[in-house]
């Protein structure tokens, strides 16, 4: 049976603003953010790349011990994204830690800056998909944002939400590695904005001069759909749904999104009852009905390789 559609509350904190010369404090006044965060009491909540410094600790180690009993007193999520050591090499890391404030996965950054590299920090090798008790997550970090196909890997493996600590926003990059893997992104930034994306790319809150952290009620059920065979199932819909339903339409790419607002109510079984397409198997649709016609036509050409 389908899973009913999760609600899931995500924060991310800012470090932008912070002055203080003392590495100390800012890892104190950023901690005292996150406890501000706290308020909206979030499934998740992300913290900045490398926010207490260039200093690397094991897992476990203080600061992942600290923010466990955090997570343990808050019931909630943490990534926490700092330098880590492990087996003699340095990396930097995006750590998640349970809502017992256990350690229950590490990424490490696959693309760090040559600078980073001069510095020391190693860079890993794999993008892991974690399992939480909402959906699937992923990680990527900072300069990460650059490469697009460990993005789609992470979307591939089941990833519903990509958290990416980061030094920056890369607002534009950030919106469409959102759109064009249908995946929730948040960010958390040292300067400037932490956003929280929806799967179409649009910003659904930042982080500002008046709240240093963000927070957004994301619905994991949501699907995108064109307009193509669809805007006669959407009325129906409608009719029978009514207001257990959102449909959000994106009149310049002839696109909508459903999302089933119910909690009894999953959104994949509307899809279903409705035979309907979501945008990725169309497109594959359409690719696939191409590539028989030119088949047909005598004029296919295998791509490389096949």
Request: glycine share 8%; net charge neutral; hydrophobic share 35%.
């Amino acid at each position: 049976m389908p899973r009913k559609d999760r609600a899931v509350q995500i924060a991310t904190v800012t470090q932008d603003g912070i002055q203080d010369p003392s590495r100390q404090k800012v890892t104190e006044e950023t901690l005292e953010r996150l406890e501000a965060a706290a308020s909206c009491r979030p499934d998740i909540i992300c913290l900045p790349e490398c926010f207490t410094g260039p200093e690397a600790e094991s897992v476990p180690g203080p600061m992942t011990q600290r923010l466990g009993e955090w997570a343990r007193a808050k019931s909630a999520y943490v990534v926490c994204a700092i330098r880590t050591r492990r087996d003699g090499r340095m990396y930097n890391s995006a750590v998640l830690i349970d809502r017992a404030g256990k350690v229950v996965g590490q990424y490490d950054k696959i693309n760090p800056t040559e600078g980073e590299m001069k510095d020391g920090v190693t860079p890993g090798h794999n993008t892991p998909v974690f399992t939480t008790d909402f959906g699937k997550i992923g990680f990527q970090i900072c300069f990460d944002a650059n490469w697009g196909e460990n993005w789609t890997r992470l979307k591939q493996g089941g990833a519903e939400i990509i958290f990416w600590p980061s030094a920056y926003p890369a607002h534009r990059l950030l919106a469409a590695r959102a759109c064009l893997n249908e995946c929730y992104v948040a960010s958390s930034t040292l300067s400037r904005a932490s956003r929280i994306y929806d799967i179409t790319g649009e910003v659904m809150s930042q982080s500002g001069a008046y709240q240093p952290w963000t927070q957004a009620t994301v619905h994991l059920g949501k699907r995108l759909f064109e307009i193509d065979y669809e805007l006669g199932t959407i009325r129906k819909i409608e009719r029978k749904y009514g207001h257990r339903v959102l449909i959000q339409w994106y009149h310049d790419e002839d696109w909508f999104t459903l999302t089933s607002v119910d909690p009894d109510l999953a959104t994949e079984d509307i899809i279903a009852e409705f035979a309907m397409v979501p945008l990725q198997p169309y497109h594959a649709r359409c690719e696939r009905a191409a590539d028989a016609a030119r088949r047909a036509a005598g004029a296919f050409r295998p791509a490389a390789g096949e």
